[in-house]
Nanobody, 124 residues
Framework: QVQLVESGGGLVQAGDSLRLSCAASGSTFSSYAMGWFRQAPGKERDFVCFISKSGDFAYYADSVKGRFTISRDNAKSTVTLQLNSLKPEDTAAYYC?????????????????WGQGTQVTVSS
């Protein structure tokens, strides 16, 4: 089992950047591939990006490709999401999640462990 805690959210203006972090504990972090999802009020939780267990492969939703970057540090049991060129439509609660699946995983149901979320609000 793994516990996940996100941090780094906040209120920014369009075009700004943010860096979200997710700290893991309780299990071997490198055993899990990791993903980020986001959920706006009244909407479903949407896939944002995925990174493999070793960090050598990443996959992004089209809506964030070229603007967001996922990375991980297995020695520190952390996964980071760099958000650049933020848009108002990026406003949502952002969640990190852990999965034992090894290929690109875009469905929330494929992730076993979730953090509590961190809010990102982008004003126009």
């Amino acid at each position: 089992q793994v516990q996940l805690v996100e941090s780094g959210g906040g209120l920014v203006q369009a075009g700004d950047s943010l860096r979200l972090s997710c700290a893991a504990s309780g299990s071997t972090f490198s055993s899990y591939a990791m993903g980020w999802f986001r959920q706006a009020p009244g909407k479903e939780r949407d896939f944002v990006c995925f990174i493999s267990k070793s960090g050598d492969f990443a996959y992004y939703a089209d809506s964030v490709k070229g603007r967001f970057t996922i990375s991980r540090d297995n020695a520190k049991s952390t996964v980071t999401l760099q958000l650049n060129s933020l848009k108002p439509e990026d406003t949502a609660a952002y969640y990190c999640a852990a999965t034992l699946y090894t290929s690109s995983v875009i469905l929330a149901t494929q992730y076993a462990y979730w953090g509590q979320g961190t809010q990102v609000t982008v004003s126009s």
